[in-house]
Every structure is written in C-alpha cells, then in structure tokens.
C-alpha cells in the first residue's frame, strides 16, 4: 500500500513538472528595445550609426531595403507579456522615420498604441 502511495505521489509530481504547471520559464525573444537606445536615434543618422546604437535588426526586407523592423517580445513568468517594435525608414541612407509600437500582448490584435515616433513632417 505504501509502495502504491509513493508511486502515485511521484507520478503526480512528474506530471505536473511536465506541464509547466510548477514553474513557468521567462521567454524574451528578438531585439531587446530600451527606450535610452532608443532616445539616441535620430533623423539624419546613417545606417552604420543606427546598427552601432540599436544592433543589428531582427528583420530585414529584401524587397524594402530602406526599412528595418526591431521586434522585441518578452512574457514573463505566469504573465501575458508585452510586445515591441520599432521601424526605422531610410533614405539614400539617412533615417527620415522611426515609428515605434508597445503592446500588451493580450490586446495585440486589437489596438496598437505609438509610443515613439519622429519624422520629418514633426
């Protein structure tokens, strides 16, 4: 009876380790964006200049070479997360927009709010 007992206890254990249930990992995924890096990128700045503040970003368009996305997700522990990205726009090798985007995961498909934007016409 008391073998029986200790089997079940660690069938249970195993299980619930095996789901995730006991501990949840942090994710990060992306280009970590924080908003000082951020603060140092400024119209007029040219392509090495960016990648030397920002890195390298993690898309890049074959047919839009002019544009970089930065994406940055993280989800902690036990939470939804939230969700950043940052496009920089180039012409003839000068920045002449950055648009940037915070979101709570949880409301991704459902409303976008700018955090961060320059552009020429401001």
């Not at 008391?2 to 206890?9: P, Q």
């Not at 522990?77 to 927009?97: A, L, M």
């Given at each position: 009876?008391?073998?029986?007992?200790?089997?079940?206890?660690?069938l249970t254990i195993s299980g619930l380790t095996g789901c995730n249930l006991i501990y949840k990992q942090s994710i990060q995924q992306g280009n970590a964006i924080e908003q000082e890096e951020l603060d140092k990128v400024d119209l007029g700045m040219t392509k090495r200049q960016v990648n030397l503040i920002m890195g390298t970003p993690a898309v890049q368009d074959p047919f839009h070479?002019?544009?970089?996305?930065?994406?940055?997700?993280?989800?902690?522990?036990?939470?939804?997360?939230?969700?950043?990205?940052?496009?920089?726009?180039?012409?003839?090798?000068?920045?002449?927009?950055?648009?940037?985007?915070?979101?709570?995961?949880?409301?991704?498909?459902?409303?976008?709010?700018?955090?961060?934007?320059?552009?020429?016409?401001n």
């Open positions: 009876m008391r073998a029986l007992t200790i089997s079940i206890l660690l070479k002019d544009r970089w996305d930065y994406v940055y997700e993280h989800r902690p522990r036990g939470n939804d997360g939230n969700k950043r990205i940052v496009t920089i726009i180039f012409e003839k090798d000068e920045v002449i927009d950055i648009i940037g985007l915070i979101q709570n995961i949880e409301e991704w498909d459902n409303v976008k709010t700018a955090v961060h934007s320059k552009s020429r016409d």
